[in-house]
């Protein structure tokens, strides 16, 4: 159901700040915004073209975003009012520029925006609820953009290869599989390791760990992703070394000497973090590591902003927030013995992954139709990858390896 356009003399005088405060900041940005009437937005070139962006319904969108910010701009994608031949683009200019968008006087009325529902926070009890939301949607959708590790998460490609760019769709399988097989060699994973994966995905990993001899405990909250993922581990014939799981991070047991977490932090909610950091201490054999990858962000927007309800957690990832590289360090640092040793960033490599799935969704769009997914949910999920595509490719986000242990054992 679309969300109704916000009404009333408070949405109308909200709606005619936002115009003013939008054709302020558009005026310096390398975009063409083109509105109903022939009026044109933006900076223009006479030979670069520049990323369109069509107002369809001037009035709604404004109101939209004059109401709820962020969140009413991407509604109004979704719902039609405003759209653009690669949205993607349109997108990288804005994220390029987010921090300067909003005049700084008025970024103090950021605590007047809505903060996230209590029924979305990472507690147990909601945590199934929201990984429900986004990965038991339908494997066969995912399956109609990803390739086929059916990896859920950003890949390692050659950097040569991202530098050529732009890189092949045939390419991506293999930087997944080099993304996995990097997590494994940095958490020590070999012949009669005891792995314990939080966050199961669709089972690639799993694989590759026992190829490697490794006898894998592999937890998840998505029913989905579990039915598929022990599926692919028995045709791999790798059953009765890896066991995957339906439960919470918090509610295993045992000792593990390796533990391997792909951007699963991010659905913990950063006022579970320390939890989440204890857990992997006391789940670390005497003398094991940790390797991690997670989404960051800045560490002062992520101060700024760990409060604030965003469009990415309303409609695709409830209950998620995005850590920051000194959060995971500090984290670790004050509530566990563990301590990060080693970590790499290759946001780049994650903007080329969410392009070329971005690419793939649009050229399925028959095939998502016929899974029942209608023209709504298409034009969310265009919003959705486009959107993280230009949070990367601005550099505004970026992805990390982060390799934890304990500096006392390792002497």
Request: aromatic share 10%.
């Amino acid at each position: 159901m679309r969300p109704p356009v916000p009404g009333g003399l408070r949405a109308r005088l909200l709606g005619t700040g936002a115009s003013v405060l939008f054709r302020r900041a558009v005026a310096r940005l390398p975009l063409r915004v083109e509105l109903p009437d022939g009026t044109l937005l933006g900076t223009q070139s006479e030979t670069d073209p520049l990323p369109r962006m069509i107002i369809r319904n001037p009035a709604a969108f404004f109101a939209r975003v004059g109401s709820q910010g962020l969140i009413g701009f991407g509604e109004s994608y979704t719902a039609g009012e405003w759209t653009a031949p690669d949205p993607a683009a349109v997108l990288h200019v804005l994220a390029t520029e987010l921090t300067r968008l909003i005049p700084r006087p008025l970024q103090r009325f950021r605590a007047a925006l809505p903060t996230p529902p209590a029924g979305e926070l990472g507690t147990t009890d909601n945590a199934r609820t929201n990984i429900e939301h986004h990965y038991d949607l339908s494997n066969e959708l995912f399956h109609l953009f990803l390739d086929d590790t059916m990896t859920y998460s950003a890949a390692l490609f050659d950097d040569a290869e991202l530098a050529a760019g732009p890189v092949p769709w045939e390419r991506l399988a293999a930087a997944q599989r080099h993304k996995i097989d990097r997590l494994l060699d940095a958490a020590g994973v070999h012949a009669g390791s005891r792995v314990l994966e939080i966050g199961t995905g669709w089972g690639e990993l799993c694989v590759r760990a026992a190829a490697r001899g490794a006898l894998v405990h592999s937890v998840t909250l998505s029913a989905r992703q579990q039915e598929l993922a022990r599926l692919r581990v028995a045709a791999a014939g790798y059953a009765e070394s890896v066991c995957v799981e339906l439960q919470d991070y918090r509610d295993v047991r045992g000792s593990y000497d390796a533990i391997v977490s792909v951007e699963m932090i991010e659905a913990v909610g950063y006022r579970h973090w320390p939890t989440y950091f204890e857990c992997l201490d006391r789940l670390l054999a005497p003398g094991g590591r940790i390797a991690l990858q997670a989404i960051t962000m800045p560490h002062d927007r992520m101060l700024a902003t760990r409060t604030t309800y965003t469009w990415i957690q309303k409609y695709i990832f409830p209950g998620g927030f995005l850590p920051s590289a000194e959060a995971i360090e500090d984290t670790a640092a004050q509530h566990t013995r563990l301590r990060v040793c080693e970590q790499h960033g290759f946001g780049p490599h994650y903007a080329e992954t969410l392009r070329l799935w971005r690419e793939r969704f649009d050229s399925r769009a028959a095939d998502i139709e016929s899974l029942g997914f209608d023209a709504r949910f298409r034009r969310l999920w265009q919003f959705y990858l486009a959107y993280s595509e230009a949070g990367f490719r601005s550099r505004y986000l970026d992805v990390r390896h982060f390799v934890l242990d304990r500096p006392e054992e390792q002497r």
